[in-house]
């Protein structure tokens, strides 16, 4: 693999992130027909950034991001064995470094950030029909848990 480094982001990141951001969303519409239209957005990624009990990483190479991901400490429901859990979001790489573990590698950074933050459960959303993406989660140790279904009223 290329000589590829991971860090905790910076506000200096902000605008290449913000990028990242648009590009997920365009890439996750055909999965979701309820995302509205443009201009929109995920997260505030800036509060993200400046966060404690969140880690926003990003993969680098020769100086350019190339990946992304975050971690952020969830209140977990009443009825489960643990108060709080670490959930992950925000996966993206840029194509031309897509199948070459950059992503495993980011999910790897923020299992030990959840891990140093006392976290023994983590968990992420992924579109049902977004196959690639199950894949690649499933490559990390991921499993399917719950399934969310929805029907709109009118």
């Given at each position: 693999?290329?000589?590829?480094?991971?860090?905790?982001?910076?506000?200096?990141?902000?605008?290449?992130?913000?990028?990242?951001?648009?590009?997920?969303?365009?890439a996750?519409?055909?999965?979701?027909?309820?995302?509205?239209?443009?201009?929109v957005s995920?997260?505030?990624?800036?509060?993200?950034?400046?966060?404690?009990?969140?880690?926003?990483?990003?993969?680098?190479?020769?100086?350019?991001?190339i990946?992304?991901?975050?971690g952020?400490?969830?209140?977990?429901?009443?009825?489960?064995?643990?108060?709080e859990?670490?959930?992950?979001?925000?996966m993206?790489?840029?194509?031309?470094?897509?199948?070459?573990?950059?992503?495993a590698?980011?999910?790897?950074?923020?299992?030990?950030w959840?891990?140093?933050h006392?976290?023994?459960?983590?968990?992420?959303?992924?579109?049902?029909?977004?196959?690639?993406?199950?894949?690649?989660?499933?490559?990390v140790?991921?499993?399917?848990?719950?399934?969310?279904?929805?029907?709109?009223?009118?």
């Amino acid at each position: 693999m290329e000589n590829i480094t991971l860090r905790m982001a910076t506000i200096n990141d902000l605008d290449v992130l913000l990028g990242f951001e648009q590009e997920l969303i365009l890439a996750e519409r055909p999965f979701d027909e309820t995302i509205k239209p443009p201009p929109v957005s995920y997260y505030d990624l800036k509060e993200y950034i400046l966060r404690d009990d969140v880690a926003v990483v990003v993969a680098e190479c020769a100086g350019k991001i190339i990946s992304s991901g975050y971690g952020l400490t969830k209140k977990a429901r009443a009825y489960l064995d643990h108060e709080e859990y670490a959930y992950l979001g925000f996966m993206y790489t840029i194509p031309e470094f897509r199948g070459k573990g950059v992503n495993a590698r980011i999910v790897d950074y923020l299992k030990n950030w959840a891990v140093s933050h006392g976290l023994r459960e983590i968990r992420l959303t992924v579109y049902y029909d977004n196959l690639p993406a199950i894949r690649a989660y499933e490559k990390v140790g991921f499993r399917s848990h719950i399934i969310e279904m929805r029907v709109p009223t009118m």
